[in-house]
């Protein structure tokens, strides 16, 4: 059975990729996704699928802190 995990691929090397990645398309270079699954070992949806994991929390609205115990 083939080795899923890359143990190589730190969480630094993970930030960093996926900071590359969050650049829109239009500046980010041409095939980097492909140079970036290339370098670390990994797949390109892999990537893709990190990208998404880090851009969902900046994405929605933050939520106020409430009051804590029971409604009035």
Sequence with gaps: M??????????????????QMLVSWP?????LVSELARLYGISRARLYELRKG?????????????PVGRRR
């Excluded at 083939?2 to 900071?19: C, D, H, K, N, S």
């Excluded at 500046?27 to 095939?31: C, S």
């Design 54 to 66: 880090a851009w969902r929390p900046s994405s929605q609205p933050c939520k106020l802190a409430r």
């Design 2 to 19: 083939a080795a899923y995990r890359v143990p190589e691929f730190t969480l630094e090397q993970r930030t960093e990729a996926v900071l």
């Design 27 to 31: 500046d980010r270079p041409w095939g």
